[in-house]
């Protein structure tokens, strides 16, 4: 018998095909979970994190979708259910950014900005919920950005990612009663390709953070899978920093 804490579940990742979504696909599956992934404009490195899921005995299903598309999201979550049967944790971690000064911004930026991670979180957690019994699981992942914007131009970004602070309380209301739990993870500075630790602001950031380093997708990945767990059964409605002190 697998002790793995997430044997038997089904997972969907939104963005799960590179940086942190990719982190998140496979620490869900390496702990017992079948994930499905979406992507929008990388499938080969979507299918290289199914390969890689595959490889380690996993299953694994990539799904082109872009979260802005309201039928592509909801054909996702369809398609999840329709492959493995069942849905019971939701990995809302597609989004977008655009940094401008708020006089400069175009309306097809802020559209395009609250289109991803806004309506597509919405879009993709009320279909995900019509799947879901007594212990499934909402996770966000939000942004530090939310309660600290430590420079000019990201007032629309920390817009859209207050809004999601605000909805997972919200939704840890309307789905208690259900035994669904909603949590909202907000990293500080990470690693990845759209954000290197290495690069024109890094140092900058660095400077910011208690720590003194960027954070690692897998760190965030493990918090991620403890909350889609039956050890966090009593977790809901929180808005949970992994910051390395950025916000102290």
Not at 125 to 144: D, F, K, L, P, W
Not at 198 to 218: C, N
Not at 235 to 247: E, H, Q, V
Request: glycine share 12%; charged share 20%; no cysteine.
């Amino acid at each position: 018998m697998s002790t793995k804490k997430l044997t038997g579940k089904v997972a969907l990742v939104t963005g799960g095909s590179r940086g942190l979504g990719a982190a998140i696909a496979k620490r869900l599956a390496q702990d017992g979970a079948a994930v499905a992934l979406t992507y929008t404009s990388s499938p080969q490195k979507a299918d290289e994190v199914v390969l890689a899921i595959e490889a380690a005995g996993g299953r694994a299903l990539a799904i082109r979708a872009d979260s802005a598309n309201v039928e592509a999201v909801k054909n996702a979550i369809a398609e999840t259910v329709k492959t493995f049967g069942r849905l019971d944790i939701l990995v809302n971690n597609a989004g977008v950014g655009a940094f401008t000064a708020i006089d400069q911004i175009s309306l097809d930026d802020f559209d395009r900005l609250v289109a991803v991670n806004v309506k597509g979180v919405f879009v993709a957690t009320q279909e995900a919920v019509r799947h879901m019994g007594e212990g499934g699981r909402i996770i966000m992942i939000g942004s530090v950005n939310s309660d600290l914007m430590p420079f000019a131009g990201g007032s629309v970004y920390a817009l859209t990612k207050g809004a999601i602070a605000s909805f997972t309380r919200g939704l840890a209301r309307d789905l208690g009663p259900r035994g669904i739990t909603v949590n909202n993870i907000q990293p500080g500075p990470v690693d990845t390709d759209m954000n290197p630790a290495e690069g024109p602001f890094a140092e900058r950031m660095k400077s910011m953070i208690a720590l003194q380093r960027y954070g690692q997708s897998e760190e965030v990945a493990g918090m991620v899978s403890y909350l889609a767990s039956a050890e966090a059964a009593f977790i809901t409605g929180a808005n949970l920093k992994i910051d390395g002190g950025f916000t102290a």
